[in-house]
């Protein structure tokens, strides 16, 4: 059984993984109306990614006899002024992910919750995974700026994604 407080901070992670499924969606959907259908590919798989990540803490809760807990999510923002502001946000967003993470292994060390800790270090590299994906399509969109040209070709290479 997970002492109360870790069985709180990891509801409040499920609730941050569903939000994160739900902002890529809102990307996507975004990228879908632009006519961007790589990106738009790129962010529903990422949407998708999320919510096994949510689901990954789920079980882990389960598994521990404890009980999960479902708060509102919040509603993510629907549009974007370009590709990079999209993805900068997706950056910042797994920035942020990546702290929340960092806190939960906190807990877990101060708790000396060394099943959860464990289970942690999955989503502490995948964290690093999420944010060097992210960065590296950052860099890429502010190197070619604008040109419509060159956001086509990123858009087709991000479509290929599997």
Do not use: C
């Not at 997970?2 to 901070?9: D, R, S």
């Not at 990614?49 to 598994?63: G, L």
Request: glycine share 4%; proline share 3%.
């Amino acid at each position: 059984m997970l002492k109360p407080n870790v069985q709180e901070a990891i509801n409040q992670q499920i609730n941050r993984e569903l939000f994160s499924s739900y902002l890529y969606l809102a990307m996507s959907a975004h990228f879908e109306s632009q006519l961007l259908k790589g990106m738009a590919k790129w962010m529903r798989i990422q949407a998708k990614e999320e919510r096994v990540h949510a689901m990954k803490f789920y079980d882990y809760v389960i598994d521990r006899g404890s009980t999960v807990a479902f708060y509102p999510i919040e509603a993510p923002t629907a549009a974007w002024d370009s590709p990079l502001a999209a993805f900068e946000q997706a950056y910042q967003h797994e920035q942020k992910v990546t702290g929340h993470i960092a806190d939960l292994v906190n807990l877990a060390i101060k708790e000396k919750d060394h099943a959860t800790l464990e289970m942690l270090q999955w989503f502490v590299k995948e964290q690093v995974e999420e944010e060097v994906n992210a960065s590296e399509i950052v860099g890429k969109l502010k190197m070619i700026g604008e040109a419509p040209g060159m956001v086509l070709m990123i858009d087709h290479a991000l479509g290929k994604r599997e």
